[in-house]
């Protein structure tokens, strides 16, 4: 039996998924095939149901829950830090009203952003050309994903505010940006299967760190080893290889915040495969 297994082309989700698709850590029974897309491709794409595993951010997991539930391993969360608002030296004092580019509507990032400034506008920018959209002057701020959160300085842009460090503040609790998925329809044995492959995967990773880490460097989009090491180490953890009480807790807070703010349209049931 084939299944797809859909993520983002980036270092932490290519070290996550080394184990399987270098081998090292076989499946159970089925075929894998890997298919990588951005994230905002990726929440359009389980609007459809097209792939049996997925990535997916937890703001689109919020409209999915009929369709998919939440593997407990592959979490990416920042524990005080997280996706960032930058801008121009010289640039806005409040989010109130301004432009923002971001990564897309359906991304954690920007439900974030709209709990903390419900008046900001935005422009839906692909993530990887945000930081020359706002160098160019072409938005008042950026809303930075993947490795954008290292890199912004190198094009003179500041920092306007961590969102990871401002949800701990808010909640003491670490920021829940994405998660992985699985098609209802598959089954609780498969499930639970692929739950234990995935696990797997990111284990023999963080066993096995070097060999992992020369995988994941093809993926990081321009960043040396060292800022690849770290990048990996900020969103592959102990919440990725189990999400944990606290873990949970977080979804569970930021799905409920969003929906009393009317961010989302109702209120979300968080489940997970159980192992």
Known sequence: MKIRIAHSPDSDDAFM???????????????????????????RAAFEGRYEITAVSFHAYAHLTDRYILLPHGASMGDRYGPVVVAKNGGPTSLKGIRVAIPG??????????????????????????????????????????????????????????????????????????????????????????????????????????????????????LDAARTDRFVGMYVNHYTVDYGETGRQAVVELLARAHRAGLLPRPVEVSFVQG
């Open 17 to 43: 998924f080394y184990g399987l698709a270098s081998g090292k850590v076989p499946s159970n029974g089925f075929e894998l095939e890997h298919v990588l897309s951005d994230i905002e491709s990726l929440n």
């Open 105 to 222: 509507e359906l991304t954690t990032a920007f439900l974030a952003l709209k709990l903390l400034q419900p008046a900001a506008r935005h422009v839906v920018v692909p993530f990887d050309q945000i930081e020359d959209y706002v160098a160019a002057g072409r938005a008042d701020a950026g809303l930075l994903i993947h490795e954008g959160q290292l890199t912004y300085a190198d094009r003179g842009l500041h920092l306007w505010v961590d969102l990871g460090e401002w949800w701990r503040a808010e909640t003491g609790l670490p920021l829940p940006l994405g998660g992985n998925v699985v098609r209802r329809d598959l089954g609780p044995a498969l499930m639970g299967a692929i739950a234990r492959d995935l696990k797997a995967s990111i284990q023999y990773g963080l066993a096995h760190r070097a060999e992992a880490l020369a995988h994941a460097q093809a993926y990081s989009r321009g």
